[in-house]
């Protein structure tokens, strides 16, 4: 397939777009990301794109932001990439200030809340509707169906840390890879190792520059804290919000007390609800750890500096190995690791199907062992029937219909409003 290169003001339309509606974590995400820039506008193939997915599943923090990234870059560079890249995360964080600030002074939002349930009953429905489309990509042969079970498995019933599960995939990959794998003619590196470094060091100046010199300032201050937690937390969130979740939650509620065990759990739910990354729950986080500390003014400066030690290493990682992606791509044996963590994605995509869905349809929803097996049950009792009713709705009108999505989040957030009302 030919690919095609928009205007940067073109693509920054798109980019903002894609912000605003990325709801539903990265299935969904990508899926848009999908939709948008490779089925409507062929601005990258179908191997581009994938080649990248695979590669930004490999790296710790927000896939699906990481590979808005990417496209920009591949498109219009280093200022490509930085539009994209922010342009998924800002309208979300706007969103997430503006109700932490509401979360702050009123400890619930009744009105958001029933909005979003709407919301979220539809978000089942596109993250079941990404899913369709990654399986139809990835799943090639019966070896590619067997990876994808095995990563479902392993890390909704064996609870497999998600790192283990990629490189147990990648390595897979790598050592069964098929010589006869349709490879392109091997591609020159766009960069040598030495503008690697030269970038590398660029990008852990620009992380870590502000962040001393509030050291130096502010040494007393709880957002140094902050900034050192949340920048140790960007180097291991392999697998985006949900891997990371348990790790941070122990720590700001047993550790630092930053947060109470329910304030935890109100954060993931607005983050749930936002556009942009999930993980944007970091924002949450610092916000509530500060506006506790000092206030209003403390907790938004908290907000920038838990934003930009979240996000700006994921910059640092795009454009650095962005340049050796296709270079990866004409590898029989380094494509064959990629193929099979995409494989493998599939798998944990179900499982994050299957987690969101409990979550939406079930008040309560516990986690049942038996030996190695830990799960997550529903109480059956608990079901609540208004986000069912909605995603049945929702899915008939997107997976049968094919209405746009705009429509259907505006009918939906209404339809969960009104139903509170009875």
């Not at 910059?315 to 963590?341: M, N």
Request: aromatic content about 12%; charged content about 10%.
């Amino acid at each position: 397939m030919s690919t095609t290169t928009p205007s940067i003001g073109a693509a920054t339309k798109v980019w903002a777009k894609i912000g605003v509606l990325s709801f539903g974590g990265p299935a969904a995400q990508i899926s848009l990301m999908h939709r948008e820039v490779v089925d409507d506008r062929k601005w990258l193939s179908e191997q581009q794109f994938l080649n990248a997915l695979s590669f930004c599943m490999l790296l710790p923090g927000p896939e699906a932001m990481q590979l808005a990234t990417y496209a920009g870059w591949r498109l219009h560079g280093i200022l490509g990439g930085l539009i994209a890249g922010l342009l998924f995360v800002l309208p979300g964080a706007l969103v997430m200030l503006a109700l932490s600030v509401l979360y702050a002074a009123f400890g619930q939002v009744p009105l958001v809340d029933a909005l979003f349930l709407g919301i979220k009953a539809t978000v089942v429905i596109v993250v079941i509707e990404a899913l369709l489309r990654v399986s139809k990509k990835a799943l090639l042969n019966r070896a590619h169906w067997i990876i994808a079970a095995l990563a479902f498995i392993g890390i909704f019933a064996l609870k497999v840390p998600y790192p283990i599960i990629v490189i147990l995939a990648g390595l897979y990959g790598y050592a069964f890879a098929e010589r006869s794998t349709n490879i392109s003619t091997p591609s020159a590196l766009k960069q040598s190792p030495t503008n690697s470094l030269k970038t590398t060091a660029l990008w852990l100046g620009i992380w870590f520059a502000p962040l001393l010199a509030l050291r130096f300032a502010l040494p007393a201050s709880i957002l140094n804290e902050i900034g050192i937690f949340f920048s140790k937390l960007a180097v291991v969130t392999f697998g985006g919000a949900y891997a990371v979740l348990a790790y941070m939650g122990q720590d700001v509620v047993e550790n630092s007390a930053w947060l109470t065990a329910g304030q935890m759990m109100d954060g993931l739910g607005l983050a749930e609800t936002t556009p942009g990354p999930l993980i944007l729950v970091t924002q949450f986080v610092g916000f509530m750890a500060a506006h506790a500390d000092g206030g209003y003014g403390l907790a938004i400066a908290a907000t920038i500096v838990t934003l930009w030690a979240t996000f700006v290493p994921c910059f640092l990682w795009i454009f650095v190995g962005a340049p050796y992606i296709d270079w990866i791509s004409t590898r029989p044996r380094l494509k064959g690791a990629l193929t099979a963590i995409t494989a493998a994605v599939v798998g944990v995509i179900l499982n994050l199907s299957i987690w969101f869905a409990l979550h939406v349809f079930f008040t309560s929803v516990e986690t049942v062992s038996w030996g190695v097996v830990h799960t997550s049950m529903p109480d059956i009792s608990t079901i609540n029937w208004r986000p069912v009713i909605i995603a049945i709705c929702a899915g008939i009108a997107m997976l049968k219909f094919h209405t746009g999505i705009i429509k259907v989040l505006v009918v939906a957030a209404f339809a969960g409003w009104v139903t509170s009302l009875i």
